[in-house]
């Protein structure tokens, strides 16, 4: 850095050293104007009613400037009536990314790797997840041990322990380690009491592997970023200048949160570089914007809550989706009405049959790029993928999808399948694969099936999930909403956060009006979860409420009757369920307004908007995937209705879900 010295005293005089800024020429224009406010209130307070030189300007005596006069003085009798946006609140899922990969292995009493739970985990009831350099070490040191060991006893390729920790070898050596696109779960299962003291005696281990954010990924969520400043943030420079503006001038107090997922950071590092229009790498964007702890990744990534209501609802789903029942039974039976549910049903005559169509297709895949690498030269896949993992991928796809030994389908894979075959769909089309089209088409209806219902298959039960999942993020969101409205002060766990707002105190004050962001990147589940709690609770109460009680002062102040419209939050809830998949890059946006009357009293509202993020081209369609707009989903609820409703919530005041989905599978099963 660099000193001056002056009056026997050293001062420090540099640029904050982020790379992203250095070469940024509006950077060094912002600092400029913030400068000469500073220079001129101490040398020439005068001066600070004339205008930037570099701005033009307009005589007072011109017409010009008298029609604007007018114009003003026009405008501030109605100001009182013109809504302020004071909080932009967003729940974003993560960009598009590489198929995501994960591996099961069963750990017993004795079993080495067993001993890493208790040595990183002191809740014996609590799953450790290993991702460090040093963690992942001492699992890669341990395999390599147990497999010299089997080695020696005699075990081969074929034993599965030694083909688990042969693959726990591979993906660990791929890349140099680090925690950022590989971990290890070890999830205990069992327990026993010895000498008075609970220990693990069976857990389950996990390992997962890809799912980083592509080149595309990255392109699109800066895209997102953009779209979203112009599109969620008032641009009218007269009322206190963009977003941008905002920002540079300490007037927009913008933090960004992120679950510890690699491809999370680094959609949050992306869509910050087009929210505030950076430059530069991301590493840096990520170290100093992005929050990522144990405290945010308790609100962006911890379902274990929810954990025994979603392992019960998947094992019923997956139970029916086996079964010999047609798809017009399950309808009838489970009450679906939601449009996207239904007709992926349809599409297929029933789910068995489909789950066996689907895998006929996917060995016909397996069998097409076996013979695509065996008799044609080398293809060039996306992002340098060698073509040899391309098909090992699938073949162990079409294993797991179907195991021949029990003759039994495992239903969790399908939406691996999905996964799988859209990523090739988007990246690797060149190959012309027929069969990929197929696997495609039918993976993404079963999908659109499966996730939904994964949720929940009644209203009760997706609200109590959906409130089990989001629980913290619900109770940060209000939080979030309450500082601004002036109704809370501190939370418990981010009280610590720096606020970045201009000093009212300071020399280089600007009248522009301060606004709150608060933008959270995590990963499907929350917006499934989020959504469905705002679907299936009292919320389109309050939105209906609303409604219609701005029709009854309409009628009050006109005198005339008004006939009720079509309800706006009934309308978003069809567009809702239209939809037939939440994508990459999809989004709930809640922004609140400030009105003030002519007292100077404050009212605050609240609005919600949606994105289903990424869109899908079709099969003849060569342009690539682009962002889905915003859509409204309700004009505007009184704060103090919203905090009443999420209060209610977090005090665990919904409908609970005892017997409904139990009463349709007794039906089912035993009729």
């Known amino acids: 850095f660099d000193l001056l010295r002056t009056q026997g005293r050293s001062l420090v005089c540099d640029v904050n050293g982020w790379s992203f800024v250095k070469r940024s020429p509006k950077y060094y224009e912002d600092c400029a104007i913030l400068l000469r406010a500073m220079i001129l209130e101490t040398c020439a307070p005068h001066m ?27 405008r501030s ?19 598009d990314r590489t198929p995501k ?21 002191p809740d014996t009831r609590q799953e450790v997840k290993l991702k460090t350099q040093g963690q992942l070490g001492d699992v890669l040191r341990l395999t390599r041990e147990l497999l010299a060991i089997r080695a020696a006893e005699g075990a081969r390729e074929g034993d599965d322990e030694f083909d688990h920790l042969t693959q726990i070898e591979k993906v660990l050596t791929r890349w140099p380690i680090s925690g950022i696109n590989r971990k290890v779960q070890i999830k205990p299962t069992n327990w026993e009491t010895v000498d008075g003291k609970e220990i693990v005696i069976e857990a389950q281990l996990v390992l997962k592997w890809g799912g980083e954010l592509t080149e595309d990924g990255v392109e699109l969520a800066e895209t997102a970023g953009h779209q979203f400043r112009e599109d ?17 001038t300490f007037n927009h107090d913008l933090k960004l949160y992120s679950s510890d997922e690699g491809r999370v950071q680094t959609t949050a590092a992306a869509f910050a570089r087009g929210l505030l229009d950076l430059e530069g790498e991301l590493p840096p964007i990520m170290v100093s914007l992005v929050r990522k702890d144990r405290a945010v990744n308790l609100l962006l990534d911890d ?18 989706l086996k079964s010999e029942l047609s798809s017009e039974d ?50 060039q896949l996306y992002q340098d993928e060698p073509p040899l993992l391309l098909l090992l991928r699938w073949e162990k796809l079409a294993k797991d999808l179907y195991n021949a030994k029990k003759d039994a389908f495992d239903v969790s894979k399908v939406h691996d399948v999905y996964d799988c075959a859209k990523y090739d769909y988007l990246h690797n089309r060149h190959l012309q694969l027929k069969e990929l089209d197929a696997v495609f088409e039918l993976s993404r209806t079963f999908s659109a099936i499966t996730v939904p219902l994964e949720y929940g298959v009644t209203g009760a039960d997706k609200l109590k999930i959906g409130v089990s999942i989001t629980r913290h993020l619900m109770g940060k969101i209000l939080h979030d909403l309450r500082i601004e409205a002036g109704i809370a002060t501190a939370h418990s766990d981010f009280n610590n956060e720096v606020t970045h707002r201009s000093d009212a105190g300071g020399a280089a004050v600007t009248h522009a009006p301060q606004i709150r962001s608060r933008i959270y990147f995590t990963s499907e589940s929350h917006i499934h979860s989020f959504l469905n709690v705002l679907r299936y609770s009292a919320y389109g109460d309050l939105a209906r409420a609303h409604t219609t ?3 009854l002062e309409d009628e009050e102040e006109t005198g005339v009757p008004c006939s009720p419209p079509p309800s706006q939050w009934d309308q978003s809830m069809r567009y809702l369920d239209g939809i037939s998949e939440f ?89």
């Open 549 to 551: 009680g701005k029709l």
């Open 583 to 671: 994508n990459y890059l999809s989004h709930i946006v809640c922004r609140l307004f400030e009105t003030q009357n002519r007292l100077g009293q404050s009212s605050f509202h609240v609005e919600w908007f949606f994105s289903p993020g990424c869109t899908v081209p079709g099969p003849d369609d060569t342009a690539p995937p682009r962002l889905e707009p915003l859509v409204e989903l309700h004009s505007g609820v009184d704060l103090k209705d919203v905090d009443a409703f999420f209060t209610g919530l977090l005090g665990g005041q919904f409908e609970d879900p005892q017997t409904a989905l139990t009463k349709q599978l007794s039906e089912i099963y035993f009729t």
């Open 77 to 95: 009798r109605f100001e009182e009536a013109r809504p302020r946006l004071c909080c932009v609140v967003a729940i974003i899922r993560h960009g």
């Open 303 to 320: 379902a274990s809550a929810a954990r025994p209501d979603l392992e019960r609802v998947k094992t019923d789903v997956h139970k029916l």
């Open 330 to 379: 399950l309808v009838s039976r489970l009450e679906l009405h939601t449009p996207a549910l239904v007709d992926g049903l349809r599409k297929l005559e029933s789910p068995l049959k489909g789950l066996r169509a689907l895998l006929d297709v996917t060995n016909a895949l397996v069998a097409g790029i076996r013979a695509r690498l065996a008799h044609e030269p080398p293809v």
């Open 232 to 248: 969620m943030y008032e641009q009218d420079s007269e009322a206190g200048g963009s977003l941008l503006r905002l920002h540079s």
């Open 101 to 121: 990969q994960k591996m099961k292995m069963s750990l017993r009493r004795g079993h080495a790797l067993l001993a890493l739970h208790a040595r990183y985990q």
């Open 48 to 74: 600070l009613l004339v205008r930037n030189p570099s701005v033009s300007t307009v005589s007072s005596t011109t017409p010009e400037f008298r029609r604007r006069s007018s114009f003003s003085r026009l």
